[in-house]
């Protein structure tokens, strides 16, 4: 299983285009087979412990199965994650290109759980590692326990100097997730 | 009930019991939400309300680093093969 944080930049890349590596990667966590369907998705469900943890769920029954994919994505499970911040940026960033995108649908589509916006408090850890603008995207991927942050902002995220600042989680592309997964494939949990 | 002045001005009518709706957008824009606590503070003659939890800033992206962004996703050749069996 992989738990993976998407952050503004391919939401918005894999939203709007059809050909991506990031639509490609959301394609994979659609055709996963869904959290509820997992047990520890559904312990979490009954237990109600994912409004503790800040989860609010858009989709939770997803009405897709494993219809249509290869017995790769059968096999191992991805999770894409984001925050109502990163949603409310994607909003912001959107309206640029003046397109008529239901987020919210596609966020549906994709089945992406949403975890509520990034408190003040929240944010405090990273406020001396990283600039101001970014700290939400670490902090939602860190406090959703995902092991990847997937971004395509090579300029204020995926380098190798705020790597070496952010140890707790892997901030990688895409592309570099995709190669990764594909060449050698996780182990199923 | 509201005339607007301007984006972070508004004129507000009080109800009853001093109760005074706060504009949707101000509502949005700061994370306050229904049961949710603010801080009320009164300083000589002015009322602040603070939400508890102050909003995070975000990046706003250029048109430019969109377009750099659908640029740098393409996928190579090789890797759109082996995702092409992946999902077939």
């Known amino acids: 299983m992989i738990k993976v944080f ?45 409004h503790q943890q800040g989860f609010g769920v858009r ?27 990163v949603i409310d940026e994607l909003e912001n960033n959107l309206y640029k290109f003046n397109e008529q995108i239901n987020i919210e649908l596609l966020i549906e589509e994709y089945s992406i759980l949403i975890r509520e ?60 997730l995709l190669n990764k997964i594909l060449i050698s494939p996780p182990r199923r949990i | 009930m509201q005339i607007t002045t301007n ?15 706060i504009p949707k957008s101000w509502r949005k824009e700061l994370g306050i939400e229904e049961g949710k606590m603010v801080k009320a503070k009164k300083i000589a003659n ?5 939400p508890m939890e102050k909003p995070v800033s975000y990046r706003t992206y250029s048109q430019k680093e969109l377009q750099q962004f659908l640029k740098d996703d393409r996928l190579p050749k090789k890797l759109e093969k082996k995702l092409a069996k992946v999902l077939k």
């Open chain 1, 59 to 85: 989709n939770p029954e997803p009405s897709r199965r494993y219809v249509g994919t290869g017995s790769w994505v059968k096999k191992n499970i991805i999770y894409g994650i984001t925050s109502q911040t």
């Open chain 1, 6 to 50: 998407f952050d503004d930049s391919v939401l918005f890349s894999g939203f709007y285009s059809s050909t991506g590596a990031s639509r490609s990667l959301l394609e994979m966590v659609k055709h996963s087979p869904s959290l509820w369907d997992t047990t520890w998705g559904i312990s979490l469900w009954r237990s109600g412990l994912q």
């Open chain 2, 46 to 50: 002015q009322i602040i309300i603070e």
């Open chain 2, 7 to 21: 984006q972070q001005e508004e004129w507000l009518k009080i109800l009853t019991k001093g109760m005074v709706t």
């Open chain 1, 117 to 176: 916006k990034i408190s003040d408090i929240e944010i405090e850890p990273y406020k001396v590692l990283i600039e101001e603008k970014d700290q939400h995207v670490v902090a939602g991927a860190i406090l959703t326990g995902c092991q990847y942050l997937i971004t395509l902002d090579k300029k204020h995220l995926n380098n190798q100097k705020i790597k070496e600042k952010i140890t707790k989680i892997k901030i990688v592309s895409p592309k570099e």
